[in-house]
């Protein structure tokens, strides 16, 4: 494979829009095994541009993920380094510099489009079966006038000018020349109204301002390229070599979903999922060790990584082949170190504390105490005593499955996951749906707990955590699908 002469210097520039991602983890471990590899640097950015999405307590949640793993990062927002800020939203200087020198350029231009005429271009785009995009319309405006109007406060956005002709030629370096006719690119917009950058913009600009040499990433990502490669071409920089990994899939081949599987990294730390083992499970995905040999230790795979050894297919997310790993691990700790890790799990005193205040008033002997808090320590269950009893009257059981997903999906779109969150959105719930109380919270008590009697239900929800609470719930909700 082709290297750079430079320094290797890689990233992964997640978005906080909410819980850490497998996927973030698939490929940071990549990043760090090559950046290792080659005696390199591996950065930590965080792409919080889009505000209307970025969420307070997703930042931290992905500093933690990713050190439950074992993976760390030489520069990143937490630990400093030279090329810093590592936020894009404490960079917005560096977006507003380099679109002034595109503008002075002639590679972009202001575009004064409302929303309400936008709209009105793609109602008549889709009207005459034509591709949807931007018409253009200020694209050949005076520049000096659009200076003016932007000068006295007009809201507007800034615009790339792509070639109306010619292909684009985007090296990747696991697939070969990818090429794009540019007729198939949108003038796509650099800087929004807010005077924040796009996506595209600042991945330009932070990865030329912070030396990446190596940008390593999900092959989603390839059909953007082609506008990366335009801007570097703009600026009149050098771009860094590309490696597109494949997408980490379903076991239908569909891309890996929270539909499918679950795809937070706390979901397997909290269901008792090894971090050596992830990180394998991980490795495995798209590279392979060489020999048949499944399973290796980080060490390991640095020492043998070469890109030679990536695979193209699409690798399965197999929960299976996840499982059997783990135990492999378990197997390997002798009984004074499983039980040091049983104890760091949730075996612990910070996490009974948790639990204690939801079951004492319920038990008379501590040889009681097990029974009553299984579920607390378990992922998922088996609902075979209660699917007789998960039901709402009058309603039939899909409808009730496809409710459940709407309150995961309104769960999710929250900060945190405290009690009194989870009542609010879960009697917000119940008033949308037209249940009765009594028959809508049974049914969580069902879902989330397996059993008729339990704790209270919100605090119950909230000690178990977002990720335990959402598996189930999706559990049960396919299962009242299936069921009808």
């Known amino acids: 494979m082709p290297s750079s002469a430079r320094p290797v210097r890689v990233r992964i520039a997640p978005s906080p829009t909410g819980d850490p991602h497998v996927g973030t983890a698939y490929i940071a471990l990549f990043n760090y095994v090559f950046a290792k590899k080659q005696g390199g640097t591996f950065v930590l950015r965080i792409e919080d541009t889009d505000q209307s999405r970025a969420r307070g307590d997703s930042e931290q949640m992905i500093y933690d993920a990713l050190h439950w793993t074992g993976l760390s990062w030489d520069e990143g927002p937490d630990v400093g380094g030279p090329f810093g800020p590592y936020r894009q939203s404490e960079r917005a200087q560096h977006y507003k510099d380099h679109v002034g020198i595109l ?14 005429r936008l709209a009105k271009v793609r109602i008549q785009q889709q009207a005459e079966k034509k591709n949807p995009g931007y018409d253009r319309h200020c694209r050949d405006a005076d520049p000096a006038e659009g200076a003016r109007r932007a000068s006295e406060g007009e809201a507007h956005v800034v615009r790339m000018k792509v070639p109306l002709s010619g292909d684009i030629v985007v090296k990747d370096e696991l697939r070969g020349p990818v090429t794009i006719s540019s007729e198939q690119l949108d003038d796509q917009v650099l ?11 600042a991945n330009v600009v932070d990865d030329h301002l912070m030396e990446i040499t190596h940008v390593i ?13 335009l801007l570097y071409q703009a600026f009149g920089w050098e771009p860094p070599l590309f490696f597109h990994m494949p997408l980490l899939r379903n076991s239908d081949k569909s891309k890996i979903s929270k539909r499918k599987n679950p795809v937070s990294i706390n979901y397997y730390r909290d269901i008792g999922i090894l971090p050596q083992a992830m990180l394998n499970f991980l490795g495995l995905m798209g590279w392979s060790f ?22 193209l297919g699409g690798p399965v997310f197999n929960l299976e082949k996840l499982t059997w790993l783990n135990e492999k691990y378990i197997h390997d700790l002798d009984y004074s170190q499983l039980a ?13 504390v948790k639990v204690l205040p939801l079951v004492r008033e319920r038990i ?21 005593a209660v699917l007789a009893d998960m039901k709402v009257p009058d309603v039939a059981g899909k409808d009730v499955g496809k409710a459940l997903l709407e309150l995961v999906e309104k769960l999710e779109a929250k900060e945190g996951f405290a009690a009194p969150m989870i009542e609010e959105v879960s009697r917000q719930w119940v008033e949308a749906t037209g249940w009765k109380s009594k ?31 959402r598996r189930r719930l999706r559990s049960a909700a396919e299962l009242l699908g299936k069921a009808g």
Do not use: Q
Request: contains cysteine; aromatic residues 12%.
């Open 103 to 116: 503008l002075a350029k002639g590679e972009a231009y202001r575009c004064f489009c409302t929303a309400e």
């Open 191 to 201: 800087l929004k109204s807010d005077g924040l950058p796009t996506y595209h913009l």
């Open 217 to 229: 990433r999900a092959e989603e990502w390839i059909s953007s390229t082609p506008k990366h490669v």
């Open 290 to 311: 060489g020999d048949d040999k499944e399973k290796f230790t980080l060490a390991e795979m640095i020492d043998a990584f070469a890109w030679e050894k990536v695979s």
């Open 340 to 352: 040091d890790t049983v104890m760091g799990w949730r075996l612990n005193k910070d996490y009974l």
């Open 364 to 384: 008379k002997k501590l040889d009681e105490l097990v029974p009553a808090i299984e579920y607390f320590f378990s992922g998922d269950l088996d609902y075979t």
């Open 439 to 469: 028959n809508a919270f049974m049914l969580l008590r069902l879902a989330v707990t397996g059993r008729k009697a339990s704790p209270p239900l919100f605090e119950t929800m909230s000690v178990l955590g977002k990720e335990i609470t």
